[in-house]
Structure formats: structure tokens, C-alpha cells
């Protein structure tokens, strides 16, 4: 009987065998999955924004171990991870487990000489940003296994991801790679390159101009774009928060320049202006007698200061800014066309970026337009933008009345170096070229002798808007009392416009956007006409002498912030020399409060409070 049940046995091992083969290859078959290398950004002349490394991770096979509490105990000092933590790991059921993700190099080789069986150290690409967080808001957040989380690294995750490759090896019941047994590599395609149109150099000195007149302003945060107009291409968006504890600005967590819409103040009075002169509502040499205050649905809106009731032209309310003067050209264009051209400049909606996060600008539908939203909306107040919406308007202007969309992404080219062009939307018309041309002057008058005489830039023309308005309070339900938004925005040339520029300063003091913004308007207009060699188009000031229309307060040495301090040490061409043959110089950026003009309104500042769809009240 026991010869007869050896026999029966052996026939079922026999039958069975190939089943037991199986089970002994699956013992001895270890497979690893190979992340493809995440494919890099780069700015618009190739130098890199965010690239990926190869980093070292140590994981485990529990099925090898032959020691988990030893190991255990090896390990912890080096991972920096409890023992009870690995053990458990170590003794989990399966094949892979990670130990710890992307350590430093020291941290891996430590871990090798410990030659521990069942442990393994597998390579693994790393996002690296070479400067630092400059551009960390545009740029978004990559997780530990490469996946975009936010900004350009989400939007563009399918592009810049790749393929992940596999890697089989045969080893042996102590963990080692049996010699002539089993090695298959599968090897993981590298992501494509996504090339954007920001200028490293211009976006390193933006975030520094822009840090610097955060903490000499005392604002919460700050907000500066610059653009080609007439490309719609992104040279520079820098967003950044005032640091805590004499800590210097940092990134905002978003890229608010997109994200996050505000109330523009005076800088939409470019919309309702250039709207009037397209239907011909006013003509740009019409007259208004002004008063300084003017009643509406039972609130009252003031002029920034008053002033005998007096005869302006359309220009001298845009460059005064007038509160009452765009009001009346306002009440003649009529609210159904004040809505229409809110809406035709862009700043209803959402531009053509697709960038993750975006926010449309708000805007009442027409039905939901109270008493004074025929006062509040013309002068930027009851209606929301971004910065991006803003200065896209402008740029609109500067072309002529063609709107052009903004791009941040030039091009995408894969491994084998093909080029895939990112192509924006064709630009449509906004308003006639007769009217920009129109609107031009008056803003050029604005920076020559009225609100933002300090963002003038030597040996160049001006156009631009300064903007102040009441802040309205976290969660709605009113304005903040006492906080405002500071806002300038404009090109230059101004015949030609070569480049744009917005700045938007958050809480800033003093509040007027013609005092804190308009200057660094003109710092960051100033280093990108020597950056992208900008002809100069006007006359120089005079040796020995100061432009009554720059500032002139000597400014300390600016502060750095993390970003820019990270770059510094990076050769590519920051900060290059003036454009050859001329002596432009950027005008000094004021860091000390400035002296408004005594005669006449410094900001056509917003009067009467009220939120979107809601009366305003009086004056605040």
C-alpha cells in the first residue's frame, strides 16, 4: 500500500510538473518598472527651467530578505525612517516594495556597501529645477513618480511623461542575478521638450524688481507680466507673496497672474474710451464739462480730488483719469455697449492658454446690472479680471485694434528631434485701427504729463494706464476699508509697440498704482528694451540732467530673492549690456514714497464702493 501511494504520488508530480516549473520561474523572475525620464522645459533660447535627474531608489524584494530585522535596523539611520516602519515592509507579501524614493547619492552608496540581500537600489529620474523657484508658479509642481500636478508640468503631463520601460532579471534564492539566467530591458522612451517663450533672463529680473517694490511698498503681493504685443508671447510672469519674519517674497502657491481675477480700477477706462471713439459716441476732440462729483441711482462718485467744475478734453480725462468725465462718456456710449466692449476686449472670459486653474473674468450678465453699474463698470469697478485679461487688452491697443492671444508654449519637439509649433488662435478685430491710433496719444499723455508720469523710460515713447481700486473683501460681501490694488499698465514704443508690460501691487502704500506701479513699470520696461534690443524713438534726456518725468529717488541695492539668488550663479545672459550705438539707460526705480503732483489728481482712484451687482454706496 505505501510502495502503491509513492507511486500515485510521483505520477501526479509528474503530470503536474510543468505547473511546479512555473511556480519555481515565478520565484526566481523579478520585474521592475523603468519611469521614463521626464522631458524638459525650457525657455525661449534653450536654457533650462525644469529638467529631470537620475536619482537612486532603494526598494526591496520581502521574499529575498533573510534578515528583516537586521536589515532593519541597518537601514532606519540612513533612510531617516522608524525600523518597525521598514520591517514591515520587509516582511509584506509580494515581490517590489519601496524603501525610500530619489535619495542623494551618499544616501545610495551607503546603502549598497551594506550589500543586504533583498535589497536593491533602482534608478529613477527626479524633476530638478536649476533656478531655483524661478518661475515656479508657471511652471507648476511635479509628484514623486513624475506626474504633473499643477501649472505647465499638468497641462502639459501627456507631452513631458514619456514611456516607462521593464526591466526582467533571473536571480537566485539569496537575491543575486544568476549569471546566465533571464536579463530583459525594455528601455523607457524619454518625454518631449517643451519650449516656452518666457526669457530667463527677463523673468529673473522681473521676480527681482518685483520682490524689491514688495517690500519697499508694504504690499501683500505683487503680480508683473511682460509681453510681445504683437506675438501675444509671455517674455515674464512673476507672482510672489510678502514673506513673514523679514523672510524676502516667495512664489504664490498659483500662478495668479492667471488664476486669480481683481477689480482693475481706472486701467478699463482704455475700454470704455476706446469703445465710445469705435461707435462714435465721442469723438477724441470732444469737451465735457466736468465737475469733481457726480450722483447716480443715489450714490455719489468723486474725482481723486477736487476741483472746480472745468471743460476737459476725452484726453485730459484719460490722462487725469477722471472719475466724472469717464462716467459722462460712459452714460453716451450707453450700458448694453459698455458691456459689449467689456466683453469683445476679453475680460468676460477666458484667453486662449488653457493654463490649469484659469478664471474667466466676471462680469454681471446685462439684466443683473444694478443703478450705478453704468458708473462703477467704466471706471474698473464691479467687474473682475486677471493681470493676463488686462494687459492682453492693452496689447490690443498696441496692434491696432487686433486682438492677439497670449502664448506661453512655443513648441513641443520629441526625442528625435522633430518640432511639433504650438499655433495660438488667429488675432480677430476688437475696435477699428483708427481707433487705437486714436487712444495712443491719450495714453502717451498719461505717462507725459498726467497720472503715471513715473513710468517714463528714457529715449523711449509711453502708452499706458495707471489704475487704483478698492479691494473687496475675502469671501465678497463688501470692500475692505482702507485696502486697495495698484495697478499700471502699457507699452512702448508707442508708435510701435515692441514690448508690454502690467504690474499689479496688492495693498500697497501708498495706494496709488501711479506711485508704486507705475515705476516699476518703467524698471521693467527699461531692462527689456536693452534685453531684446529695442530701438530707442525719443530723445534722450539732456547730460547732467534728470527727466521731470522719471523718478528720482536713488534706490538701495534690491533684494534677492531665493530665485533670483539661484540664478545668479548661472552663466546664461542676465542682465546684458545697453543696445550698442545708444545710452539707454533704465530709469532708477523709486523705493522711498514719491511726491504726487500738487496741482493735479496723482489716480483716478475708484469712489464709490460695491460689489458685482450690488449699489454702491458713497465715497469711501
Not at 33 to 53: H, Q
Not at 133 to 150: F, I, M, N
Not at 154 to 179: F, H, M, S, T, W
Not at 526 to 535: D, H, I, K
Request: glycine share 10%; hydrophobic share 40%.
Amino acid at each position: 500500500m505505501a510502495f502503491g501511494a509513492v507511486i500515485v504520488r510521483l505520477g501526479a508530480v509528474q503530470v503536474g510538473g510543468r505547473r511546479f516549473a512555473l511556480v519555481g520561474e515565478a520565484q526566481r523572475m523579478h520585474t521592475a518598472t523603468l519611469p521614463a525620464e521626464r522631458g524638459a522645459i525650457v525657455d525661449r533660447n534653450g536654457e533650462a527651467l525644469a529638467i529631470s535627474a537620475r536619482r537612486r531608489t532603494v526598494w526591496a524584494d520581502p521574499q529575498a530578505v533573510r534578515d528583516p530585522a537586521g536589515a532593519a535596523h541597518a537601514l532606519a539611520p540612513l533612510l531617516n525612517l522608524a525600523e518597525s516602519e521598514i520591517r514591515a515592509k520587509l516582511t509584506s507579501s509580494g515581490n517590489f516594495v519601496y524603501l525610500a524614493r530619489k535619495v542623494d547619492d551618499p544616501v545610495a552608496d551607503a546603502v549598497g556597501a551594506l550589500h543586504l540581500a533583498g535589497v536593491s537600489l533602482l534608478e529613477e529620474p527626479k524633476r530638478v529645477d536649476p533656478a531655483g523657484t524661478l518661475a515656479a508658479p508657471v511652471l507648476g509642481q511635479v509628484g514623486v513618480d513624475d506626474q504633473g500636478l499643477s501649472g505647465l508640468e499638468l497641462q502639459y503631463q501627456k507631452q513631458l511623461n514619456g514611456v516607462a520601460g521593464q526591466l526582467v532579471v533571473e536571480k537566485d534564492p539569496n537575491g543575486r542575478d544568476i549569471a546566465a539566467g533571464i536579463h530583459q530591458l525594455k528601455a523607457p522612451a524619454p518625454g518631449k521638450q517643451v519650449q516656452l517663450s518666457l526669457d530667463r533672463s527677463m523673468q529673473y529680473e522681473t521676480e527681482q524688481a518685483l520682490s524689491d517694490q514688495i517690500v519697499s511698498s508694504h504690499a501683500k503681493a505683487g503680480i508683473a507680466i511682460v509681453m510681445d504685443p504683437t506675438s501675444g508671447e509671455v517674455l515674464s510672469m512673476a507672482n510672489l507673496t510678502a514673506g513673514t519674519g523679514g523672510a524676502p517674497p516667495a512664489p504664490t502657491p498659483d500662478n495668479a497672474a492667471v488664476t486669480r481675477v481683481y477689480e482693475p480700477g481706472s486701467v478699463n477706462k482704455l475700454v470704455t474710451v476706446a469703445g465710445a471713439i469705435e461707435d462714435k459716441a465721442v469723438s477724441p476732440t470732444d469737451t465735457f464739462v466736468v465737475p469733481d462729483q457726480l450722483s447716480m441711482a443715489g450714490s455719489t462718485f468723486h474725482d481723486a480730488e477736487p476741483h472746480a467744475t472745468e471743460t476737459m478734453p476725452v484726453t485730459r480725462i484719460v490722462a487725469d483719469s477722471s472719475n466724472v468725465g469717464t462716467i459722462m462718456i460712459a452714460k453716451s456710449l450707453g450700458k448694453e455697449r459698455v458691456d459689449h466692449y467689456v466683453r469683445a476686449f476679453g475680460l468676460a472670459g477666458k484667453t486662449s492658454l488653457d493654463f490649469p486653474g484659469e478664471s474667466a473674468g466676471l462680469l454681471p450678465k446685462l439684466g443683473d446690472w444694478s443703478g450705478t453699474s453704468l458708473a462703477t463698470v467704466p471706471i474698473g469697478q464691479g467687474v473682475a479680471v486677471t493681470a493676463l485679461q488686462m494687459l492682453v487688452a492693452y496689447n490690443t491697443i498696441a496692434n491696432g485694434g487686433m486682438q492677439v492671444s497670449p502664448v506661453l508654449v512655443k513648441r513641443v519637439v520629441d526625442a528625435s528631434g522633430k518640432v511639433h509649433e504650438v499655433r495660438p488662435p488667429a488675432p480677430r478685430r476688437v475696435v477699428s485701427e483708427a481707433t487705437a491710433r486714436a487712444v495712443v496719444p491719450m495714453l502717451q499723455q498719461v505717462v507725459a504729463d498726467g497720472t503715471g508720469t513715473a513710468a517714463a523710460v528714457p529715449g523711449y515713447s509711453v502708452a499706458g494706464k495707471t489704475g487704483t481700486a478698492q479691494k473687496v473683501r475675502d469671501g465678497g460681501g463688501g470692500y475692505k476699508e482702507g485696502a486697495y490694488v495698484a495697478t499700471f499698465a502699457g507699452f512702448l514704443p508707442a508708435a510701435s509697440p515692441r514690448l508690454s508690460v502690467i504690474v499689479v501691487l496688492d495693498e500697497p502704500t501708498p495706494i496709488f498704482g501711479g506711485l508704486v506701479s507705475a515705476p516699476l513699470f518703467s524698471e521693467l520696461a527699461s531692462f527689456g528694451a536693452r534685453l531684446f534690443r529695442v530701438p530707442p524713438d525719443a530723445p534722450l534726456p539732456a547730460t547732467g540732467t534728470v527727466s521731470p518725468t522719471a523718478p528720482t529717488t536713488t534706490a538701495p541695492p534690491p533684494t534677492v530673492p531665493p530665485a533670483a539668488a539661484a540664478l545668479a550663479a548661472v552663466p546664461p545672459t542676465t542682465r546684458p549690456a545697453a543696445i550698442t550705438g545708444t545710452a539707454v539707460t533704465a530709469a532708477t526705480p523709486t523705493t522711498a514714497t514719491p511726491t504726487p503732483r500738487p496741482t493735479k489728481a496723482v489716480e483716478g482712484r475708484p469712489t464709490a464702493a460695491g460689489t458685482l451687482g450690488v449699489t454702491p454706496t458713497s465715497r469711501p
